[in-house]
C-alpha cells in the first residue's frame, strides 16, 4: 500500500532547488532531473518533507511498483566551482519585471507584462550601459515621455534605485511555484543589505 504523496501544483510545476554538497545554492533543476540524479546515485543530502513521489516499473518476481520520494531542496555529490557562487543573473524583461514587481518605477502604478517596457535610467544615446544598475521597469507612457533624457532632465525622480538582484533573490523571483521548505531555506539566505521593498 502506497502512502499519500502531497504534491503542490501539477507535477510539472515542481522544481526541485540544487545545491553542491557543501550547501552552495547552484539552482532550480525539474523533477526529471532530480529523478535521474537519486537513480544514480548523485544525492549527497536532502532537506525538507518529500514533495513528490515518483512510480517506477513493476518488479517481475515481486510484483511491487517501484517508488522514488523526491525532497524539495538536494545536494549534490560533487562541489560548485569558486565562479559561480553568485553568478549574475540574467538580464531579461522578464527577469527586470519580477524585481520591480510589474510597477513602473516613475508613476508607481502596476501593470500587466504587456504593459511594461525596460527603461534606462542614463540613455544608451548618453553613454548609458545596459545593465541591472541602469535599467528599470517602466510602462509605456512613462518610458516615451522620459525618452532620451535622464530622470533628472526629464523631471521624473525614479521610485526606487535600480539593483543586480543576488542570485537566490533571482532564484525566488523566477519561480512561480516555490513549496514552503525551499522558500524558507532561500530567504534565510538572502544578502543583509538587499534593497528594502
Known amino acids: ?27 532550480w533543476i525539474s523533477w526529471q532531473d ?29 510484483g511491487a511498483q517501484s517508488t ?21 543573473p540574467a538580464l531579461t524583461n522578464v527577469a527586470l519585471f ?9 508613476c508607481g502604478n502596476h501593470y500587466s507584462r504587456g504593459e511594461l517596457t525596460r527603461d534606462h535610467v542614463i540613455p544608451i544615446s548618453k553613454g548609458g550601459r545596459d545593465n541591472w544598475q541602469n535599467v528599470v521597469t517602466a510602462c509605456l507612457h512613462c518610458n516615451v515621455r522620459k525618452g532620451s533624457r535622464t530622470p533628472q532632465q526629464a523631471h521624473m525622480p525614479l521610485l526606487a534605485v535600480p539593483y543586480r538582484p543576488s542570485w537566490v533573490e533571482h532564484l525566488i523571483l523566477s519561480n512561480r511555484n516555490i513549496l514552503a521548505d525551499q522558500m524558507e531555506f532561500l530567504v534565510n539566505h538572502l544578502p543583509r543589505d538587499r534593497r528594502p521593498h
Open 98 to 106: 519580477a524585481r520591480d514587481r510589474m510597477i513602473c518605477m516613475y
Open 68 to 88: 522514488l520520494d523526491l525532497h524539495p531542496i538536494i545536494a549534490t555529490t560533487g562541489h560548485a566551482r569558486i565562479g559561480s557562487i553568485d553568478p549574475a
Open 34 to 62: 532530480a529523478t535521474c540524479l537519486y537513480v544514480r546515485g548523485a544525492i549527497a543530502w536532502t532537506l525538507g518533507d518529500p514533495c513528490l513521489t515518483i512510480h517506477g516499473g513493476t518488479n517481475r518476481h515481486s
Open 1 to 27: 500500500m502506497l502512502a499519500e504523496v502531497r504534491t503542490i501544483g501539477t507535477i510539472h510545476g515542481t522544481r526541485v532547488l540544487s545545491l553542491d554538497a557543501s550547501g552552495r545554492i547552484m539552482d
